[in-house]
């Protein structure tokens, strides 16, 4: 499915903002920050993605990370049909090296049901950690030097 027709059926008319930043978001496999959506997308700025962020949220076309780096990161719903209840909740894994963010998609948050009748709207899920990319760039300190 193109930008446009995600949008439509997502109740959010295509305006040529908002399908500029469906296609960023669509051509990028990993989580974005506001700073990645400015360096991907030179035309637009600050404000103009982040109120086209805030929409998309609002009607279910992404999600909202917050994975401990201190700005929010963005990425598509992936589930058929999100509307209010995420049907794709997984962890992300948050390399503390580089700083990147990257979904795991095959393992799924597993539903939490509370005795008192609370619902549940949100969940984050972040594992912390070093990259296998950045690992090589990391000393390995033994238990024996701590």
């Known amino acids: 499915m193109d930008a446009e027709s995600i949008l439509i059926s997502h109740n959010v ?16 496999d990993k989580l974005m920050s506001i700073k990645d959506f ?14 086209t962020l805030r929409l998309f949220v609002k009607h279910h076309l992404i999600h909202e990370v917050e994975d401990g780096s201190g700005a929010l990161k963005y990425e598509l719903c992936r589930a058929e049909h999100c509307t209010g209840h995420h049907d794709d909740l997984h962890p992300h894994f948050f390399c503390e090296s580089c700083k990147r963010t990257v979904c795991l998609s095959d393992m799924p948050i597993p539903k939490v049901s509370f005795v008192d009748g609370s619902i549940v709207h949100s969940v984050n899920f972040v594992l912390k ?7 090589g760039n990391v000393p390995v300190v033994g238990v024996d030097e701590l």
Not at 38 to 51: A, P, V
């Open 13 to 28: 008319r295509p305006t040529t903002n908002r399908i500029i930043v469906m296609r960023a978001l669509m051509m990028h």
């Open 38 to 51: 400015e360096e991907k997308i030179m035309t637009l700025d600050r404000s103009s993605i982040f109120r």
């Open 129 to 135: 950690g070093i990259c296998g990319e950045c690992a």
